[in-house]
């Protein structure tokens, strides 16, 4: 009669007893979870305590490989070749792996290991750096992480500018420099709204002081010395007919109500506390080279090539243009296509009429000659490379670069396929489908527009429209009496400022020999013919009465602008073959090869002579660029007026331009900006880090 209290005492004690067992349970599983909790906390904690050391290591690396050489080269970057030495000094070779850490303690969290890897490309002119390092803290795993950097050329600033040139001379005579959009501007609402233009000079600008009566809408800037005509050292250009216009604090061109320009006397502008020059300035004399004291803007200190010259010889060798055939992803559709193979020869003494190519995927070999009509416009869509010279001439229509191994010759006007608005006026750049139009021109070699080869107007007979009436480039050939053409008067100074730079010693106005603070060691130079085989001739002798000579004191040469003879009482020169050009790359105008004589290649501006109309002026809408000689040409007999419209930009080594007018401007050089990103050339005098892939390893 007991047994149901004491069964009920049982099963209310198995009940108690369960709950304590499912209470424990509970509490044994919040505590296994906690525990689990912490320790997955932990884990974390310490995983990402390990990135932040492999991190610290990945930055440790780029200080080694970098900073510490920005700091050794006074914290400029310098060129991608001293940086290299830089890497070799410190034991980073191509192709090896250098550990600089291992093992550095940070309170409880470890940097493992750090090592560099470099690999210098095949050409040379990039190096690929891999950072790897590993970081570790607590008892768990490390993190390793791998950051790739690549060291290269920089962007050319070159393209900011309107005009840049190493030596400008006789340019600046009836020149008006302006930009596209305020000469095309007919909105009252933006005037004074309109960016200034830059114009460079990187080693001498010579202008004739009391009849250059030219314009620039901008700044000018140079290094080396401005000169008058007759190599006097001018320090100021306010008392000359060079003229500029007012600008603004922010860097934009003053503009009344009617939309006119406050004309201003170019003088230089000062500097501030520190010694660097104050921003928006008419004229800078001596432009610093160090980037950190370039206040307003960027200044380059030389010409990449388009095509990379590896080798650095100052020629176009073929793994070079292949590089550029790998990225050629463009094409040419419309308008007259015409190649000429190599080893062929073009003899129709015109422009073709018929095309020979349906269009250019990418890359042609041999020459190629362009013709575009209003009706059937040359369709550019990106870069193509020509394994040649190119011949270029009409309408264009798209957006696209040609690249010209060789030289690039423009033998008529070259104008984009623009469109008009309701008023009438030029949509510049716009077609009317809305198509973009940008042309960027580019060349291995040289660029010529219009006819280089006929002799100076001056000579007797000299006729434009014979053409067999050219400038054999070798005195042989004329004598010492007879003139020579605007582009050997302009090679002779182009091959003196070459020649200057490998002389430890020059002759005085006495022909005394004295130091020449200009020479550089090992220089090699690039020398200039009009053709193959021809003497290099280099204007560099006074004879007493005519001529020129070094003046040490001042670093620049003195005497005659300009000499207009095959004389050698003021010209050297050095026959082919002969030892001085040993170590030098000698560049001829001439088509290569002789695919086309120059007496053909003559014939094909006397046909756009023909074919214009009286008071036409030349036109080109183009940037326009090249590491070597860039010659424009638009004489004052000719239809043209000595006229020429320039809608880009004229960037090159070497610039010689007779555009001279007929009373009035002659070279109307009108910038382009949307131009001024097109080209993405390296810069092989500076060198640039890029962070590149970001991994984690593990």
């Given at each position: 009669?007991?047994?149901?209290?004491?069964?009920?005492?049982?099963?209310?004690?198995?009940?108690?007893?369960?709950?304590?067992?499912?209470?424990?349970?509970?509490?044994?599983?919040?505590?296994?979870?906690?525990?689990?909790?912490?320790?997955?906390?932990?884990?974390?904690?310490?995983?990402?305590?390990?990135?932040?050391?492999?991190?610290?290591?990945?930055?440790?690396?780029?200080?080694?490989?970098?900073?510490?050489?920005?700091?050794?080269?006074?914290?400029?970057?310098?060129?991608?070749?001293?940086?290299?030495?830089?890497?070799?000094?410190?034991?980073?070779?191509?192709?090896?792996?250098?550990?600089?850490?291992?093992?550095?303690?940070?309170?409880?969290?470890?940097?493992?290991?750090?090592?560099?890897?470099?690999?210098?490309?095949?050409?040379?002119?990039?190096?690929?750096?891999?950072?790897?390092?590993?970081?570790?803290?607590?008892?768990?795993?490390?993190?390793?992480?791998?950051?790739?950097?690549?060291?290269?050329?920089?962007?050319?600033?070159?393209?900011?500018?309107?005009?840049?040139?190493?030596?400008?001379?006789?340019?600046?005579?009836?020149?008006?420099?302006?930009?596209?959009?305020?000469?095309?501007?007919?909105?009252?609402?933006?005037?004074?709204?309109?960016?200034?233009?830059?114009?460079?000079?990187?080693?001498?600008?010579?202008?004739?002081?009391?009849?250059?009566?030219?314009?620039?809408?901008?700044?000018?800037?140079?290094?080396?010395?401005?000169?008058?005509?007759?190599?006097?050292?001018?320090?100021?250009?306010?008392?000359?007919?060079?003229?500029?216009?007012?600008?603004?604090?922010?860097?934009?061109?003053?503009?009344?109500?009617?939309?006119?320009?406050?004309?201003?006397?170019?003088?230089?502008?000062?500097?501030?506390?520190?010694?660097?020059?104050?921003?928006?300035?008419?004229?800078?004399?001596?432009?610093?080279?160090?980037?950190?004291?370039?206040?307003?803007?960027?200044?380059?200190?030389?010409?990449p090539p388009a095509i990379p010259d590896t080798n650095d010889n100052k020629i176009v060798d073929d793994d070079e243009f292949a590089s550029v055939v790998t990225s050629a992803k463009g094409q040419i559709s419309g308008g007259i296509l015409y190649n000429v193979p190599a080893g062929s020869t073009?003899?129709?003494?015109?422009?073709?009429?018929?095309?020979?190519?349906?269009?250019?995927?990418?890359?042609?070999?041999?020459?190629?000659?362009?013709?575009?009509?209003?009706?059937?416009?040359?369709?550019?869509?990106?870069?193509?490379?020509?394994?040649?010279?190119?011949?270029?001439?009409?309408?264009?229509?798209?957006?696209?670069?040609?690249?010209?191994?060789?030289?690039?010759?423009?033998?008529?006007?070259?104008?984009?396929?623009?469109?008009?608005?309701?008023?009438?006026?030029?949509?510049?750049?716009?077609?009317?489908?809305?198509?973009?139009?940008?042309?960027?021109?580019?060349?291995?070699?040289?660029?010529?527009?219009?006819?280089?080869?006929?002799?100076?107007?001056?000579?007797?007979?000299?006729?434009?429209?014979?053409?067999?009436?050219?400038?054999?480039?070798?005195?042989?050939?004329?004598?010492?009496?007879?003139?020579?053409?605007?582009?050997?008067?302009?090679?002779?100074?182009?091959?003196?400022?070459?020649?200057?730079?490998?002389?430890?010693?020059?002759?005085?106005?006495?022909?005394?020999?004295?130091?020449?603070?200009?020479?550089?060691?090992?220089?090699?130079?690039?020398?200039?013919?009009?053709?193959?085989?021809?003497?290099?001739?280099?204007?560099?002798?006074?004879?007493?009465?005519?001529?020129?000579?070094?003046?040490?004191?001042?670093?620049?040469?003195?005497?005659?602008?300009?000499?207009?003879?095959?004389?050698?009482?003021?010209?050297?020169?050095?026959?082919?073959?002969?030892?001085?050009?040993?170590?030098?790359?000698?560049?001829?105008?001439?088509?290569?090869?002789?695919?086309?004589?120059?007496?053909?290649?003559?014939?094909?501006?006397?046909?756009?002579?023909?074919?214009?109309?009286?008071?036409?002026?030349?036109?080109?809408?183009?940037?326009?660029?090249?590491?070597?000689?860039?010659?424009?040409?638009?004489?004052?007999?000719?239809?043209?007026?000595?006229?020429?419209?320039?809608?880009?930009?004229?960037?090159?080594?070497?610039?010689?331009?007779?555009?001279?007018?007929?009373?009035?401007?002659?070279?109307?050089?009108?910038?382009?900006?949307?131009?001024?990103?097109?080209?993405?050339?390296?810069?092989?005098?500076?060198?640039?880090?890029?962070?590149?892939?970001?991994?984690?390893?593990?």
């Amino acid at each position: 009669m007991h047994r149901g209290p004491l069964k009920q005492k049982a099963n209310a004690l198995l009940i108690c007893i369960m709950t304590v067992v499912m209470v424990a349970a509970m509490a044994s599983t919040y505590l296994m979870s906690s525990l689990a909790r912490t320790n997955n906390t932990n884990a974390k904690n310490e995983n990402v305590v390990s990135y932040y050391a492999a991190e610290a290591g990945i930055e440790m690396g780029i200080v080694a490989a970098w900073d510490d050489y920005l700091t050794e080269n006074a914290g400029t970057a310098g060129s991608p070749t001293e940086y290299r030495a830089y890497l070799d000094s410190i034991g980073l070779t191509d192709g090896l792996t250098l550990q600089i850490l291992n093992d550095q303690a940070y309170q409880q969290a470890t940097i493992d290991s750090v090592t560099i890897r470099r690999t210098d490309s095949a050409g040379g002119e990039t190096t690929q750096l891999g950072i790897r390092a590993t970081g570790s803290f607590g008892r768990r795993g490390a993190k390793t992480l791998l950051q790739t950097l690549s060291i290269e050329g920089g962007l050319f600033k070159g393209f900011d500018f309107a005009l840049l040139s190493n030596n400008i001379n006789c340019i600046m005579c009836h020149a008006q420099i302006d930009t596209v959009e305020r000469i095309g501007n007919t909105d009252s609402n933006e005037y004074g709204n309109f960016d200034r233009i830059k114009v460079g000079s990187l080693e001498s600008l010579m202008i004739r002081s009391t009849s250059a009566e030219s314009h620039i809408a901008g700044s000018l800037y140079t290094r080396g010395s401005i000169l008058d005509r007759d190599g006097s050292v001018l320090t100021d250009l306010a008392g000359t007919t060079l003229r500029g216009y007012q600008i603004d604090s922010n860097g934009k061109i003053v503009e009344d109500g009617f939309g006119t320009m406050t004309e201003i006397p170019l003088s230089p502008t000062s500097n501030d506390t520190d010694g660097n020059p104050l921003t928006n300035g008419s004229l800078y004399l001596d432009y610093p080279g160090d980037p950190d004291k370039m206040t307003d803007g960027q200044l380059p200190s030389a010409f990449p090539p388009a095509i990379p010259d590896t080798n650095d010889n100052k020629i176009v060798d073929d793994d070079e243009f292949a590089s550029v055939v790998t990225s050629a992803k463009g094409q040419i559709s419309g308008g007259i296509l015409y190649n000429v193979p190599a080893g062929s020869t073009y003899t129709q003494g015109a422009m073709p009429t018929v095309s020979n190519l349906s269009k250019v995927d990418g890359s042609v070999t041999g020459n190629l000659v362009l013709i575009g009509t209003e009706s059937n416009p040359i369709v550019l869509d990106k870069n193509i490379a020509v394994d040649g010279d190119v011949v270029i001439k009409g309408v264009v229509k798209g957006t696209g670069q040609i690249y010209a191994r060789g030289n690039l010759y423009v033998v008529g006007d070259v104008t984009y396929a623009d469109g008009t608005d309701t008023n009438g006026n030029r949509t510049f750049g716009l077609a009317d489908d809305g198509t973009k139009n940008t042309l960027a021109l580019t060349a291995g070699g040289n660029i010529a527009t219009g006819d280089y080869l006929t002799p100076s107007a001056l000579r007797r007979n000299a006729d434009l429209m014979n053409p067999k009436d050219i400038d054999p480039g070798d005195r042989s050939v004329y004598g010492t009496s007879e003139q020579f053409s605007f582009a050997m008067t302009e090679i002779t100074l182009f091959n003196r400022a070459e020649w200057t730079k490998t002389q430890m010693l020059l002759p005085d106005r006495s022909g005394k020999l004295v130091t020449n603070p200009l020479y550089i060691k090992d220089y090699t130079p690039r020398y200039y013919t009009m053709g193959p085989g021809d003497p290099v001739y280099i204007y560099n002798k006074y004879n007493g009465r005519r001529g020129t000579y070094f003046d040490a004191a001042s670093q620049t040469w003195k005497g005659n602008e300009e000499t207009l003879y095959y004389d050698l009482t003021q010209l050297t020169e050095i026959p082919m073959g002969n030892t001085d050009l040993d170590n030098a790359t000698v560049i001829n105008l001439a088509p290569t090869s002789g695919w086309m004589s120059e007496s053909e290649l003559k014939r094909l501006w006397i046909e756009d002579e023909n074919q214009r109309k009286d008071g036409q002026a030349f036109q080109i809408d183009a940037l326009m660029y090249t590491n070597n000689a860039l010659f424009n040409m638009s004489r004052r007999k000719s239809k043209t007026n000595g006229q020429m419209i320039v809608n880009g930009s004229i960037v090159a080594a070497d610039t010689g331009i007779l555009v001279p007018g007929n009373g009035g401007v002659g070279l109307q050089l009108n910038y382009d900006q949307r131009l001024k990103q097109f080209l993405k050339i390296k810069d092989s005098q500076v060198v640039d880090l890029v962070r590149k892939a970001f991994v984690v390893l593990r």
